[in-house]
């Protein structure tokens, strides 16, 4: 990584983006009535993305950053990443809680890491990124894997839309959460899924453009898999209705997206 300012501002951006996180976290979880107006599904959910975001994600973005200000590329990547989710998790806060008095802390997350990523965008542009890697990364592997799982999730997410559409009702999981619509499926279906179909075909393909979006996109779904996992065994616990199976089938998809990271990581070329 030549440019020296980038782990400066990398740093920069992230302390602060971390400082906010705690401190929703905590309050989230701490204070009493803070999910007040949410049903007991959605409380679950909110209160378990807290203790996700302050024990796990909280950690892999600061470690994330001190090893892209010591000029580690991998850590650069990985950063983008875990930025990534948190724009994803915080479009959620934002838009699908009822107003509380996290509201404005809330967005200014979003907008931290929203701008943290036009930032890693940025600098993805300045530089041949794709050069770090050698040929021995798994990229036809990982570009059918990101295809199917982009056909895999359309199909699951539609399978629960389209029949409800059909009856003039909505969809089982909507209900439970109280929510006008499912933000996951938003996101999903406009946003994560097309690029995962897209980074699919550009790793297929051998565009450039394909191989630091891998990492990401990897970083991701290991990320918001643990996340679903988390969040079904939270709800199983509390008696909700939730299936344990979906536990088994994320852990094995985080395992496997494990492997393909590691596969990325291990052929950076340290001297490009």
Same mark, same amino acid.
């Given at each position: 990584?030549?440019?020296?300012?980038?782990?400066?501002?990398?740093?920069?951006?992230?302390?602060?983006?971390?400082?906010?996180?705690?401190?929703? @976290?905590?309050?989230?979880?701490?204070? /009493?009535?803070?999910?007040?107006?949410?049903?007991?599904? $959605?409380?679950?959910?909110?209160?378990?993305? !807290?203790?996700? !975001? =302050?024990?796990?994600?909280?950690? +892999?973005?600061?470690?994330?950053?001190?090893?892209?200000?010591?000029?580690?590329?991998?850590?650069?990547?990985? $950063?983008?990443?875990? %930025?990534?989710?948190?724009?994803?998790?915080?479009?959620?806060?934002?838009?699908?809680?009822?107003?509380?008095?996290?509201?404005? %802390?809330?967005?200014?997350?979003?907008?931290?890491?929203?701008?943290?990523?036009?930032?890693?965008?940025?600098?993805?542009?300045?530089?041949?990124? *794709?050069? $770090?890697?050698? !040929?021995?990364? /798994?990229?036809?592997?990982?570009?059918?894997?990101?295809?199917?799982?982009?056909?895999?999730?359309?199909?699951? $997410?539609?399978?629960?839309?389209? /029949?409800?559409?059909?009856?003039? *009702?909505?969809?089982?999981? =909507?209900?439970?959460?109280?929510?006008?619509?499912?933000?996951?499926? +938003?996101? !999903?279906?406009? +946003?994560?899924?097309?690029? @995962?179909?897209?980074?699919?075909?550009?790793?297929?393909?051998?565009?450039?453009?394909?191989? /630091?979006?891998?990492?990401?996109?990897?970083?991701?779904?290991?990320?918001?898999?643990?996340?679903?996992?988390?969040?079904?065994?939270?709800?199983?616990?509390?008696?909700?209705?939730? *299936?344990?199976?979906?536990?088994?089938?994320?852990?094995?998809?985080?395992?496997?997206?494990?492997?393909?990271?590691?596969?990325?990581?291990?052929?950076?070329?340290?001297?490009?």
């Amino acid at each position: 990584m030549k440019n020296n300012n980038r782990g400066k501002i990398i740093l920069s951006l992230s302390i602060p983006l971390a400082l906010l996180v705690i401190f929703s @976290s905590l309050v989230g979880l701490l204070v /009493p009535d803070m999910y007040s107006k949410e049903t007991q599904n $959605w409380i679950i959910q909110s209160t378990g993305q !807290d203790a996700i !975001d =302050l024990i796990l994600i909280t950690p +892999v973005l600061l470690i994330t950053s001190i090893l892209a200000f010591r000029k580690s590329k991998a850590g650069f990547l990985l $950063w983008g990443g875990t %930025v990534f989710y948190l724009i994803y998790t915080f479009v959620i806060y934002c838009f699908s809680l009822h107003f509380n008095n996290l509201f404005v %802390v809330y967005c200014i997350t979003l907008g931290l890491s929203f701008y943290s990523f036009i930032y890693f965008l940025y600098l993805n542009l300045t530089e041949p990124i *794709d050069a $770090w890697f050698n !040929d021995r990364i /798994p990229r036809k592997t990982t570009g059918v894997y990101f295809i199917i799982i982009a056909f895999l999730f359309y199909f699951i $997410w539609l399978s629960s839309i389209i /029949p409800a559409q059909l009856a003039s *009702d909505i969809p089982k999981e =909507l209900a439970d959460t109280g929510l006008y619509t499912n933000p996951v499926h +938003v996101l !999903d279906l406009s +946003v994560l899924l097309p690029g @995962s179909f897209l980074i699919g075909l550009f790793l297929l393909k051998k565009k450039n453009m394909g191989y /630091p979006f891998a990492i990401v996109m990897l970083v991701f779904f290991i990320l918001m898999d643990i996340t679903i996992g988390t969040l079904v065994f939270l709800m199983n616990r509390k008696g909700l209705d939730s *299936d344990l199976n979906l536990l088994i089938i994320f852990s094995v998809l985080t395992l496997f997206s494990i492997y393909l990271l590691t596969g990325f990581l291990k052929n950076i070329e340290k001297n490009n």
